[in-house]
């Protein structure tokens, strides 16, 4: 009896799993097929999942109608940069939380969480007359340096480097090792799934970002993928079939990153305990 019941327990779990699964795997399951569809097998209602014909020509359409490769080499300089030196100064400022005592590490600490609640749209003005002043509009370093760290990266690492023990540090003091090596050779190599999750959030983050390099680029030669793709949605209509086109493209590399690199993902997150 209770066999029967463990494996009606199990064959419940996997049918809500699968359901799960189809219900997150659809949407671009649609996104890919409607990609290869005309602009009538797109909008036409009721909508089909399927169609009778396949066409490459909305990416052709995509191609011809924007600067693709520029979009993507700006995005990838945009969201690789901001990543790369967010990971260095998060990680810094999140062992200096976690892992040092200094005057005032508490109260500065909160005022750090305290940032994650102020919306974007408080600030976008500011920064934007900021970056003006200093001339980095349309730039990648006036893209890149407003991002260079985080308040919820330096949680993160701090979550992380508080859940180490203290006898590691300890034992490089007694060795000899300044502050810094124990953080950059000791520390660090430790706190890699930590990073790579961090990297992952950091470059999904900026790559899908629309808003804010929209408002410090006005040139075509600096927008990234996102303000690219408003191009094809005009005042009264939308070109479907080539925004379709562009999302994929803009999608495959973080779905790609995001399947190599999902181990360390789960890992970062699951060691790292997001503790207080």
């Known amino acids: 009896m209770r066999k029967t019941h463990h494996s009606i327990g199990n064959m419940t779990v996997v049918i809500i799993m699968l359901i799960m699964l189809i219900s997150v795997l659809y949407p671009f399951a649609w996104l890919l097929l ?20 396949y066409t490459f020509s909305q990416y052709n359409r995509v191609w011809k109608s924007i600067p693709l490769l520029k979009f993507l080499k700006n995005t990838i300089i945009f969201a690789g940069g901001v990543t790369l030196i967010s990971i260095l100064f998060d990680s ?23 940032t994650m609640m102020v919306p974007f749209q408080v600030v976008m003005i500011p920064l934007y007359i900021e970056i003006y002043k200093f001339g980095l509009l349309d730039t990648y370093a006036g893209l890149i340096l407003p991002r260079a760290t985080s308040a919820f990266g330096i949680y993160l690492m701090r979550s992380f480097f508080v859940s180490l023990p203290k006898d590691i540090e300890e034992a490089a003091r007694i060795d000899g090792f300044s502050e810094y090596r124990i953080y950059w050779s000791i520390m660090l190599p430790l706190c890699k799934p930590a990073m790579i999750t961090l990297a992952i959030i950091h470059f999904m983050n900026n790559w899908n970002d629309l808003l804010y390099p929209l408002m410090l680029t006005s040139s075509t030669e600096m927008r990234t993928l996102s303000a690219g793709l408003a191009m094809f949605v005009g005042h009264k209509t939308i070109e479907y079939g080539p925004t379709l086109a562009a999302t994929t493209v803009s999608l495959l590399p973080i779905m790609i990153i995001y399947v190599f690199a999902q181990k360390y993902f789960v890992q970062g997150v699951a060691m790292s305990g997001l503790k207080g």
């Open 34 to 53: 409607s990609s290869f569809k005309h602009e009538v097998d797109i909008i036409k209602y009721p909508p089909s999942f399927f169609s009778d014909i």
């Open 92 to 114: 810094m400022a999140g062992y200096a939380f976690g892992r040092l005592d200094f005057k005032g590490q508490k109260q500065l600490f909160i005022v750090v969480l305290i």
